[in-house]
């Protein structure tokens, strides 16, 4: 007799094979000269080869460090909260793995969703410009995918990097064609848009979708999109992207049984608003054919951002400000600092209302304060995930330094990652004034983490949840995965 995974199993490699319903649709062509077939025809035919060295490298290094933040987050709160309301409400199917729970298995599209949850419940996975976190989109959806394939069908190390990067660079298109997305964000969380059609383009790519079902899982995912601001720094952010890998997968499986969409979803409709509704200045361009030797993937030319410290991004630009400010005031052997000598500590920062929280109340605010960062980093030389605990943001010390700070917002100082900069004008009581300065932080794309700090990053997430041994043997399958037959000894390391 079968067992619920063999029998979800041979129903999800028939999906991958194509529903009868959907060998129908794809009649229904989609023109390639629209914006949306064109996507719809680079998801399906750009080809393992295409993936440059440069761009394996950088991906591998996405993947490697979303898996360790993903670990890490499975230790907190808001990831047990997810948990347990998926256990409780819908786990119906044990097919795929959950961050740091050998013993639990939930559906696809609930692991999916709990390790999204997972990668953004410490704010500290990548960034990209414009500004998203691209790969807990993308790579929480692949793994679940990944594991709900009967063996005999798992994709090759190869095939997972390809989808993989479809998922992260039509994120990147999709924020390219907007003036607007350049900025820090206003109104809505880029993840829970961009993010969604990415999880939804990776996804099709590994179930082998055709052109046209490509072009409806995006524009269902474009259904499925969309949370505001109004959460950031609050315990639901981080379901931004646990939903936008979770309906993103929820879109590929609709498109491949036939569920049909607007598939000119991302073109500039007249009269209607297409994916043109998340961005006032949508100016969409179709991409290069996949057989172009033109097609460049961004990642080759943009790399992104890691984080050395779980908070918004922002934070990395102060806190590295204020540490050059500490080294003035205790000495490079560093040293007590007391907050008795310092009359005022002015920041000059970029104007973002969301992360301008002059006393947070709690981790996920404190996350989002360029107060709270700038005064951690002062008063301890750096900002580390212990940084944020109850016990560290209770200090009196911290108190007395954020009561003294006052923000300002220069006019060459614009809310946007590739532009931005932070200043620390820390004045004594006896009148001396210390600036530091940062234009370009330590893991910023123009300034990356070395190969060897971002293991240490990962061994140290990593290997908060799982067995050293396990954690480098995760490390190996990564840092190999082009080469590995199929995906197999990858899945093995996180169950």
Known sequence: MLSTLQRSAKKVFTVRRLHRSALEVVEKSVSEDTVTGSFGSFIQGVVPQQLSPILLQRSKRMVLDSLGVGLLGSTTQVFQLALQHCQHMYALDDISAVYGRSQTRLSP?????????AAHSMDFDDTWHPATHPSGAVLPALLAVSDMLPSYSKPSGLDFLLAFNVGIEVQGRLMRFSNEAQNIPKRFHPPSVVGTLGSAAACARLLSLERTQCCHALAIAASLAGAPMANAATQTKPLHLGNAARLGLEAALLASRGLEANALVLDALPGVAGFSAF?????????????????????????????????????????EAAGSVRELLVGPQGGSLSPRVVKEILLSVPPSKYINRPFPTSEHQARHSFQF???????????????FSPAARRRPKLHTLLSLVRVEHAPDNPANFDRMYAEVHVTLVDGTVLQGRCDTFYG?????????????KFRA?????????????LLQAVEGLEQLENCTSLLSCLH
């Not at 997430?461 to 043997?473: H, I, K, M, S, T």
């Open 109 to 117: 599209t609930l692991a999916a969703f709990v390790n999204g949850v």
């Open 279 to 319: 961005y006032e200045d949508y100016v969409p361009q179709p991409m290069h054919p996949p057989e172009d030797r033109d097609l460049c993937f961004l990642l080759e030319n943009q790399d992104v951002a890691f984080k050395s410290f779980p908070a918004h991004l922002g934070m990395h630009w102060v806190a």
């Open 373 to 387: 960062s700038a005064c951690s980093a002062l008063l301890d030389g750096e900002v580390t995930p212990s940084s």
């Open 444 to 456: 910023h794309w123009r300034h990356p983490l070395s190969a060897d700090a971002l293991r240490r």
């Open 461 to 473: 997430n990593a290997g908060a949840v799982l067995p050293e041994e396990q954690v480098e043997e």
